[in-house]
């Protein structure tokens, strides 16, 4: 495969931004699971892409008007000297500071994405933000028949995923009841695999775990503190979530 400097000029300015911010959203909240094809993968990248050069634009361009107005008295006088240096190729007298402006912008583009992800990441895994958002529209959306929006992410992570509450996350406990009748096991949530829901393996990580064999029985620790224990929830015949505030 072949490219050209304008291939490789629109990857590092358009799509690797947009890869900064995926990945960086990814580690706040889990992609979906769908199958996405290398035509829909490349669209998101460079829409997150497109995104971050919009933002600097409008920033820069807001900052431009204020100094404008502050220091020249017109709002459009930094808009009207980049005019008079495109019509007139002043640029193509300084190349090499061109050349260094350019890089600079792209790196600040791929710091700007950076951070960027993050808050994606943050706005898609806000339950508050999704519930404030449908109370506010969720009048207009029940006129077409919709009673609630629809979300991606595993339910595993929607309901072991804790929520936070003034600044700190809920603790979560689960009580687990396996099958074949082997017992109960209760216990607070340290770890859990964020997997497809079809997929029966869903590895799930307690401590201070709890256990009885039967339900009229009481449950008596079986690990130590700092212990842990790990669980399939393909055993699981049922499984009770509970958050409590820290």
């Not at 074949?180 to 997997?195: H, K, L, M, N, R």
């Not at 009481?218 to 790990?230: A, N, R």
Request: aromatic content about 12%; glycine content about 6%; proline content about 3%.
């Amino acid at each position: 495969m072949s490219f050209d400097l304008s291939t490789i000029l629109i990857i590092l300015v358009v799509v690797v931004p947009g890869l900064f911010a995926q990945r960086t959203r990814s580690q706040i909240t889990p992609r979906s699971f769908a199958p996405q094809g290398a035509s829909a993968e490349l669209a998101e990248l460079v829409a997150l892409g497109i995104a971050t050069h919009a933002i600097l634009v409008s920033l820069a361009s807001l900052l431009a008007v204020v100094i404008g107005m502050r220091f020249h008295g017109s709002a459009d006088f930094y808009f009207a000297l980049l005019d008079r240096l495109i019509a007139e190729h002043e640029w193509r007298q300084h190349l090499t500071e061109a050349g260094f402006a350019l890089f600079a912008y792209i790196f600040l583009a791929y710091f700007v994405s950076y951070w960027l992800g993050f808050l994606y990441g943050i706005l898609g895994s806000s339950r508050y933000i999704r519930t404030n958002l449908f109370s506010r529209v969720g009048w207009l959306l029940r006129l077409f028949g919709i009673s609630d929006i629809l979300g991606e992410s595993p339910i595993i992570y929607e309901l072991l995923n804790p929520e936070i509450i003034k600044g700190t996350p809920n603790s979560v406990f689960v009580e687990i009841e396996l099958r074949d009748e082997q017992g109960f096991y209760s216990g607070q949530v340290s770890q859990y695999a964020i997997v497809k829901d079809e997929e029966p393996h869903k590895p799930i990580v307690l401590i201070d775990v709890w256990f009885k064999l039967t339900r009229e029985e009481t449950y008596k620790e079986i690990t130590e503190t700092g212990v842990s224990l790990m669980l399939d929830l393909a055993d699981a015949l049922t499984v009770s979530v509970r958050q409590i505030e820290a």
